[in-house]
């Protein structure tokens, strides 16, 4: 009876010393990183031939009819459109030729006379944007030239050309003007589009529902490039400079929108794109997915045995604490470190050193020692590599497929491609495991047409 008391003791005291076992106190270094300014570039591809095709359909059939005879002029009169619009684009200007056929009814006192012609418009649209990104355009037509001149389908008398040519041209420029100019103010309002873009992109994207991988794009300046035509392709490239942040975890609150910055025109070539994102990935969620892997799993030595029953992870300076709690043979927690480190050769991160805390190994040297020898320690480590590097490659695999073939509207579509996703280094945050990572990478918008 003595020695089952003596035993009963001793058990009573190896519990007391397992649940002694010091915690490693929690704490960070205040972190500075360079403050980088991400620049994506998106070309924008207009095709010419399809901006035709969506001009001669909202401008098609009559253009203009006067059906009074006994209007003061003398005369009836019908213009209609008799061939498609051809377009050419130089700089900031659109000209355009509008072939028309002429019918008209005309009064010589002492009878009607009609006669049919056809006569060619040459228009020229400019256009602009001001600094509130309002589009504005200016049409005037700049020549005309007969086709064919108006004959008489009975009698020998001279229809008055030049006062058929004014009236055509005079009201044709208005209806004209209207379809152009008007139709631009009022269906292509380019400040409300572009201000809708801006004000999204301070909202949190979710880009991998699995890993819960939410993007903020923090924009911090938009502008475009001139417009050029070459090989009936209209280009231009809009620019984006903007502070992006990557979360995972749950849904970061949005960001408090700036303003629209002013409409900036800037000459530059080129087609690529540069984000540089911080990649906060909080503990909790760093826990969670560390937890699928490990909880429930065993490791034996000999007779004895213990299973991972949690895992929490914290920071202490530059290196990351891994809160493992034990039952089985050794109940209680032990305590390991190592400092996030960026693999260049492989780019991940690793967890370097990883390995028991001070406190941790010299108490399983008199208590458990051999678990010091077993496989639970490249088993953690592992474990942290996975949950790094998985989620940057997850990231990535997303983020290329939203870039494929996107269609932001009718007829425009999105289409990128994901060159490098790369680690520049890591850190330890309050509440997270800091990431930096660099996305380059090519956009292009493609415009089939305009409705």
């Known amino acids: ?111 009607n006379l009609e006669a049919t012609g056809e006569i060619a418009m040459n228009f020229k649209t400019d256009f602009s944007i001001d600094r509130d990104w309002n589009m504005q355009t200016l049409t005037n037509i700049e020549r005309y030239e007969w086709i064919k001149q108006p004959k008489l389908k009975m009698g020998s008398l001279n229809v008055p050309v030049g006062f058929i040519a004014d009236i055509v041209l005079r009201q044709s420029k208005s209806v004209i003007t209207k379809s152009v100019d008007e139709e631009v103010k009022e269906n292509f309002n380019l400040r409300e589009m572009v201000e809708d873009a801006w004000r999204q992109m301070f909202d949190p994207v979710l880009v991998s529902p699995e890993y819960n991988t939410w993007l903020l794009v923090n924009p911090q300046n938009i502008g475009m490039t001139p417009l050029v035509t070459e090989n009936e392709i209209i280009t231009s490239v809009i620019f984006i400079e903007s502070r992006p942040k990557v979360n995972l975890g749950t849904k970061p609150q949005s960001l408090r929108p700036i303003p629209l910055p002013p409409f900036v025109m800037r000459d530059t070539t080129q087609n690529d794109f540069v984000i540089h994102i911080n990649t906060d990935v909080p503990f909790t969620e760093a826990e969670r997915i560390a937890k699928a892997e490990l909880l429930g799993e065993t490791f034996s030595e000999g007779k004895r045995s213990v299973k991972i029953e949690d895992v929490e992870l914290y920071g202490q300076g530059t290196k990351l604490i891994v809160n493992t709690r034990l039952s089985g043979s050794y109940n209680g927690n032990i305590y390991l470190s190592g400092r996030p480190f960026f693999d260049a ?19 399983l040297y008199k208590s458990a020692a051999w678990l010091l020898k077993g496989t639970l320690r490249k088993k953690i480590e592992e474990n942290m590599n996975f949950l790094l590097a998985y989620n940057l490659t997850e990231m990535k695999k997303q983020l290329q497929e939203q870039l494929s073939n996107y269609k932001v509207a009718q007829n425009i579509f999105l289409d990128g491609n994901l060159d490098e996703l790369y680690i520049r280094d890591a850190f330890l945050a309050p509440e997270s495991i800091r990431v930096e990572v660099a996305i380059k990478g090519k956009l292009n918008v493609q415009v089939n047409g305009l409705n």
């Open 345 to 363: 050769k492989n780019n991940v991160i690793d967890i370097k050193d990883l390995d028991f805390t001070l406190e941790t190994r010299n108490f």
């Open 1 to 111: 009876m003595q020695k089952i008391l003596i035993y009963a003791c001793v058990f009573l005291l190896f519990s007391c010393k397992t649940a002694q076992l010091t915690k490693p106190m929690e704490q960070y270094d205040q972190l500075v990183s360079e403050d980088r300014v991400s620049v994506v570039n998106v070309p924008v591809r207009i095709n010419l031939r399809e901006l035709e095709k969506s001009l001669n359909s909202q401008l098609s059939g009559v253009l203009y009819e006067d059906k009074d005879l006994n209007d003061g002029d003398k005369m009836m009169l019908r213009a209609e459109k008799s061939e498609d619009i051809r377009l050419n684009i130089s700089g900031q200007s659109i000209t355009y030729r509008v072939p028309v056929k002429i019918w008209v009814k005309y009064n010589i006192g002492i009878t």
